[in-house]
């Protein structure tokens, strides 16, 4: 791809941009669209639906004061409002701005002048800049046997020395306040709570009389209550699906049903008489309580049978986090799907390597004429080249990647997960190596035509096929920053889905004050931000103009999610910044990543002095991954016995404890037991347990 290319793509994505701040600071102060750019501080009450009495043509013109807004909120106070795991996003975003600020400095003002100063190519045309390829601005134009790729070498040290000592620093941030954040809480039912799986059943008795024969023989002093696991009643599914759809249909807010279910799973007919709902099973599944966070943690981290598939413990999620589906799946049935799910992600990876090879054949000219010669006469013209190579693959493949989140979701609640958090955890991987997968080693080594599957075969052939195929894959990968982070980033401010559906359905829709607040996509946002600071890493020495495209990309990505983290999203569950080892893991991937293509760089360079010197990288890159492993993984694992003993003896000062204790049994109330009422109050993130609704008796 040509300058001129590349800056046909940045100007269509920038008037993209543009069109999608106007519209956005211009749509959010309109009372009609507040359920679409302001849901949560519209459920929390702070806002309202109701037109102005006057109208101020002030409100149709565009205004920056949201700017302004997102960015004034302290760390703090976006803790308290949208919990640790909001935080950790955002340092995400300012961590890679820390690095790419720095390695941008060398890139640009390093780098690239030696790369100019080079001819293995062709020399600069100054005179007509636009005109050329950008490949003279890379390390492939830098002569062969060069002294000067020593400076490459040295760039490649001071960044994996730089980010390390960032890393190191990050990690230990969190760390802290992961543990500052769990001391500060108040008692949640988590926290005294674990789940006991396989529990052995004998002859004659039930899951509840085994669970507490055990626990009272075992854990007497500890020991609180348990809650036995049931499989959804066929008589709470039916009942539960027309609820939906009567709410559906009157828009209802709040709904003075008669509730029809006991706690202990009765069915009250139309003439009062009570009937038991006998398609209920029991799971040989419980929720076990505590009476102290120090008596839970002994019972979850012990071995409790001497058969070890027996009594397995885990630690409770939070009780709007259970993912109570996991519990209606038998043990076969589960092991079959994580199976199904293995495979299935292996042929979605395989067949998104068509919307892959068609936007490689588009970035190429010369096989477009070849294969389709009749649009040779509209392929010669300039504006039509430049936005078919420059624009049209990165759109294509930003469409394709639009689905695969979604997939990966889905995909990882059929592994037997217990929790949302650890499902999004498991999607947020996945979607990860399928992008550095499809998105990046596909493209670079399918550049030439449809021959990935030859260069996997030829496996010794990879390095060097990567140092020749990941540099003059820059141009690509430089538009593809500019669309999918620029133009993606803002239409996340804008919520293109959202307020379409919300123009398409007014004609429709009466006047409700009904308000769906969406939770955070982590597993669809953090993988993006990842895979953007890999593509940082791999080409910041390769190709170093593609530094101030990222650079833009994090200062948009730290304002519009600064900005939906405090208007739009709502956090459901909290994980405890559980995230973050994610990215440490994929981050270190990335540097050796880096490192791994320089080898190949400088003997393809024949440079042999320099391939010595960079092989000991990798290996100083994955001692420091050790250590930051053994020094701070634990503590996301699990919380130690110091912190819990202190938050222990904390809660005995309080007069309200005995209470809570007493809550706790009744948190992880099995959806097939609760009472189908509903409730349209939202629960704090920090409010101490969860107000259970009173059943009949």
Not at 138 to 156: M, Y
Not at 245 to 258: E, M, S, V
Request: charged residues 15%; hydrophobic residues 45%.
């Amino acid at each position: 791809m040509i300058l001129s290319g590349l800056l046909t793509s940045v100007a269509i994505n920038f008037a993209l941009c543009v069109i999608f701040f106007t519209l956005y600071s211009i749509l959010r102060r309109q009372p009609s669209f507040y359920k679409v750019y302001a849901p949560r501080i519209l459920a929390e009450g702070i806002a309202s639906v109701r037109r102005p009495r006057q109208f101020h043509l002030s409100r149709l013109l565009p205004n920056a004061g949201w700017i302004k807004n997102a960015w004034h909120p302290t760390e703090e106070q976006l803790l308290s409002y949208s919990g640790l795991d909001a935080v950790v996003f955002m340092r995400i975003i300012t961590f890679s701005f820390k690095v790419f600020t720095i390695a941008g400095f060398v890139g640009i003002f390093i780098l690239i002048p030696v790369n100019c100063s080079g001819n293995q190519l062709q020399d600069v045309d100054f005179i007509n800049l636009t005109n050329n390829t950008l490949d003279v601005f890379s390390i492939s134009n830098v002569n062969n046997g060069s002294t000067s790729l020593w400076i490459h070498l040295g760039a490649v040290y001071f960044v994996t020395i730089i980010v390390c000592c960032l890393l190191f620093s990050e990690y230990k941030y969190i760390s802290t306040k992961r543990i500052d954040y769990f001391c500060s809480s108040k008692p949640q039912p988590e926290q005294f709570t674990i789940l006991v799986s396989n529990i052995p059943v004998s002859k004659g008795s039930n899951v509840g009389n085994s669970v507490e024969n055990f626990f009272t023989e075992n854990h007497a002093d500890t020991y609180l209550s348990h809650v036995v696991v049931h499989r959804k009643s066929k008589v709470w599914t039916v009942a539960h699906a027309l609820k939906k759809l009567y709410k559906k249909i009157f828009k209802i807010k709040k709904a003075q049903t008669q509730q029809q279910f006991t706690r202990d799973g009765f069915f009250v007919d139309s003439n009062g008489k009570v009937k038991k709902d006998k398609s209920r099973e029991e799971v040989r599944a419980a929720f076990v309580s505590f009476k102290s966070r120090y008596g839970a943690a002994i019972a979850l981290h012990m071995l409790q049978s001497n058969n070890p598939t027996q009594w397995r413990t885990e630690q409770a999620p939070e009780p709007q986090d259970v993912y109570w589906p996991f519990f209606s799946s038998t043990f076969m049935r589960r092991w079959i799907s994580r199976l199904v799910v293995i495979v299935s992600c292996v042929i979605l990876t395989v067949l998104f390597l068509i919307p892959v090879f068609i936007v490689q054949g588009l970035t190429n000219l010369a096989q477009l004429e070849t294969y389709f010669p009749a649009l040779k006469g509209i392929l010669t013209m300039s504006i039509v080249s430049q936005v078919i190579t420059g624009y049209l693959p990165n759109l294509i493949l930003q469409m394709s990647l639009k689905i695969v989140p979604p997939i990966m979701k889905i995909l990882s609640s059929q592994q037997g997960y217990i929790c949302n958090s650890d499902i999004e955890r498991s999607a947020c991987h996945k979607v990860i190596w399928f992008t550095v997968w499809n998105v990046f080693f596909a493209n670079v080594l399918s550049a030439s035509a449809v021959n990935l599957v030859f260069i996997i075969l030829e496996f010794k052939e990879i390095p060097d096929k990567l140092a020749i195929s990941v540099p003059a894959q820059a141009s690509f990968f430089i538009a593809y920053v500019v669309t999918l982070g620029w133009t993606s980033t803002s239409s996340e401010l804008f919520r293109v889905i959202p307020f379409i559906g919300t123009l398409m359905c007014k004609p429709f829709s009466r006047n409700s004050d009904n308000v769906t607040v969406p939770s955070f996509p982590y597993h669809k946002d953090i993988p993006k931000v990842l895979f953007f600071g890999l593509l940082g890493f791999t080409y910041f020495f390769l190709a170093p103009l593609i530094i101030p495209f990222l650079l833009v990309y994090f200062s948009l990505a730290y304002i519009i999610y600064r900005n939906q983290l405090l208007y739009v999203y709502a956090p459901k569950y909290e994980s405890g910044g559980k995230f973050w080892p994610v990215v440490h893991d994929s981050t270190i991937f990335s540097l050796v990543l880096m490192q791994f293509i320089a080898f190949g760089i400088f003997k393809m360079k024949k440079l042999p002095y320099a391939t010595s010197v960079t092989f000991p990288l990798p290996v100083i890159t994955l001692l420091f991954n050790e250590y930051c492993r053994k020094r701070f993984l634990p503590i996301f694992m699990a919380y130690s016995t110091e912190t819990l003993r202190k938050k222990d003896r904390e809660d005995q000062t309080q007069p309200e404890m005995p209470r809570l204790l007493r809550q706790i049994s009744q948190a992880y109330q099995d959806p097939a037991l609760v009472p189908l009422s509903y409730s349209s109050s939202h629960n704090s993130l920090r409010e101490p347990l969860i107000p259970v609704a009173e059943v009949r008796g």
